[in-house]
T-cell receptor, first 112, second 117 residues
Framework: AQKVTQAQTEISVVEKEDVTLDCVYE???????LFWYKQPPSGELVFLIR??????QNEISGRYSWNFQKSTSSFNFTITASQVVDSAVYFC?????????FGKGTMLLVSP | EAGVAQSPRYKIIEKRQSVAFWCNPI?????LYWYQQILGQGPKLLIQ????????DSQLPKDRFSAERLKGVDSTLKIQPAKLEDSAVYLC???????????????FGAGSRLTVL
């Protein structure tokens, strides 16, 4: 069975602070994909990143960066210099074949 | 390209009534998903179609929920009769055909918010 755990239910930061969202997953498969999605107040899930289980390179995209560590089954997401527009719920998800399993999400509130 | 279209955006019904949600995926996307998202939780897969065939409906409460994708394009999700616990956002998503289905990115619609009174 697959499982994704996002232990942080809600995080509040002040603008320009850095923030890391944690994601821990469980799977017995050796081939799988990990995703992060953003859900702003409008409700639509927006794709942020995909990483396959054989690629442990960290990735940076602007203010966003992701740290994938297979040894600890973690795929953490860091926002540098947070902005008010980053306020949203962020979901980590695990995909095996075509089935995508989500964590419960972390609500990020960035105040000015 | 146009995104995943869903309607209605909002629906309020009383328990025991029926409701239907419609989804039109991105053109050319063979796989269509219906997810249920209860407030404060992550989306949970209800049913997955590959073209017009069901791939996974293991978490669909079949005594009250039904879904179809007759022509392999748009899809309808129905709830009859609705219960209070069905209050949620129903998200439709689609993904393109690809040999490595695990790599496919799901594109989600804006969702249909159901309130059951």
């Amino acid at each position: 069975a697959q499982k994704v755990t996002q232990a942080q239910t809600e995080i509040s930061v002040v603008e320009k602070e850095d923030v890391t969202l944690d994601c821990v997953y469980e799977t017995r498969d050796t081939t799988y994909y990990l995703f992060w999605y953003k859900q702003p107040p409008s409700g639509e899930l927006v794709f942020l990143i995909r990483r396959n289980s054989f690629d442990e390179q960290n990735e940076i995209s602007g203010r966003y960066s992701w740290n994938f560590q297979k040894s600890t089954s973690s795929f953490n997401f860091t926002i540098t210099a947070s902005q008010v527009v980053d306020s949203a719920v962020y979901f980590c998800a695990l995909k095996r074949y075509s089935t995508l399993t989500f964590g419960k999400g972390t609500m990020l509130l960035v105040s000015p | 390209e146009a995104g995943v279209a869903q309607s209605p955006r909002y629906k309020i019904i009383e328990k025991r009534q029926s409701v239907a949600f419609w989804c039109n995926p991105i053109s050319g996307h063979a796989t269509l998903y219906w997810y249920q998202q209860i407030l404060g939780q992550g989306p949970k897969l209800l049913i997955q179609f590959q073209n017009n065939g069901v791939v996974d409906d293991s978490q669909l409460p079949k005594d009250r929920f039904s879904a179809e994708r007759l022509k392999g394009v748009d899809s309808t999700l129905k709830i009859q009769p609705a219960k209070l616990e069905d209050s949620a956002v129903y998200l439709c998503a689609s993904s393109p055909p690809r040999a490595n289905s695990g790599a496919n990115v799901l594109t989600f619609g804006a969702g249909s918010r159901l309130t059951v009174l």
